[in-house]
């Protein structure tokens, strides 16, 4: 049961990552956006929850990890899809 607590602290830190981005962006709050990030998380949880699930023990530093990696796969995601999307413009799009 332990590891239920790594993908709600994955999945919180996720949520906390996605506030601060918006409250930093001075923008009207944006459902679609956050539903990315939510989506984001809760794949990266469950993935977590699944490694962590053949732990024998799991501590605080675990946990601590896994909010870590929730708020750091958003920023990942992001990432990726703004390099593919500048590669794809400056090679003229797919043909």
Same mark, same amino acid.
């Given at each position: 049961?332990?590891?239920?607590?790594?993908?709600?602290?994955?999945? *919180?830190?996720?949520?906390? +990552?996605?506030?601060?981005?918006?409250?930093?962006?001075? $923008?009207?709050?944006?459902?679609?956006?956050? &539903?990315?990030?939510?989506?984001?998380? &809760?794949? *990266?949880?469950?993935? #977590?929850?699944?490694?962590?699930?053949?732990?024998?023990? @799991? /501590?605080?530093?675990?946990?601590?990890?896994?909010? &870590?990696? /929730? #708020?750091?796969?958003?920023?990942?995601?992001? $990432? *990726?899809?703004?390099?593919?999307?500048? /590669?794809? @413009?400056?090679?003229?799009?797919? +043909?």
């Amino acid at each position: 049961m332990n590891f239920i607590w790594i993908g709600v602290a994955t999945a *919180v830190g996720g949520i906390v +990552k996605g506030l601060i981005g918006w409250s930093r962006s001075q $923008e009207p709050f944006s459902g679609r956006k956050f &539903l990315d990030t939510a989506l984001t998380t &809760l794949v *990266v949880s469950v993935a #977590a929850s699944m490694v962590y699930s053949a732990a024998i023990g @799991i /501590g605080w530093p675990d946990v601590v990890l896994a909010f &870590l990696a /929730g #708020a750091g796969a958003d920023n990942l995601r992001k $990432e *990726v899809v703004n390099n593919v999307r500048v /590669g794809i @413009i400056k090679n003229g799009g797919s +043909k």
